[in-house]
């Protein structure tokens, strides 16, 4: 049966959310495209920089974002987001599905959206490499995305 939880604040708009660990964490997608009437969040930004993430620029954010699920709610574990790699056009990724197969080398997620109506690139899918909660994070690089083709006019 469904039950309402309690939810810390969340600066920016959550696409999907990945399945929970035994111990209640999960990913999240934390999207804002400058199309929105409002600019991201100065405080959050600021708030990300004293985590040790930095915004890769632009007006448009695209990360991932730990949260976790315990008995005061849902709320984030701390960790740095993982920035994307922005381009010019903000990607609205919409499925996350997290990969935790450390005995193969593999920690990360898997994400997915899709262009309507279909353009060139039709679907895309990334694997974006994450860092353990046992390690520290690195949040020098941005993760691979596959680059989209530029649109014919």
Not at 39 to 50: C, H, N, S
Request: hydrophobic share 40%; proline share 9%; charged share 25%.
């Amino acid at each position: 049966q469904a039950r309402a939880v309690p939810m810390a604040p969340f600066a920016y708009r959550l696409t999907d959310a990945s399945a929970q660990t035994g111990d209640g964490r999960f990913l999240v997608i934390s999207y804002h495209f400058k199309g929105r009437e409002c600019l991201p969040d100065p405080v959050e930004r600021a708030r990300d920089q004293l985590r040790g993430g930095t915004p890769p620029g632009g007006e448009h954010i695209e990360r991932l974002v730990e949260l976790v699920h315990d008995a005061r709610g849902v709320h984030p574990t701390g960790a740095p987001p993982t920035w994307l790699r922005l381009e010019a056009e903000a990607r609205n990724w919409e499925g996350l599905v997290r990969i935790d197969a450390r005995l193969h080398g593999l920690l990360g997620a898997l994400l997915v959206t899709d262009r309507w109506p279909l353009a060139a690139q039709g679907t895309l899918f990334a694997y974006v490499p994450i860092a353990s909660a046992t390690s520290a994070p690195d949040v020098t690089g941005s993760p691979p995305c596959r680059r989209r083709r530029a649109r014919r006019r």
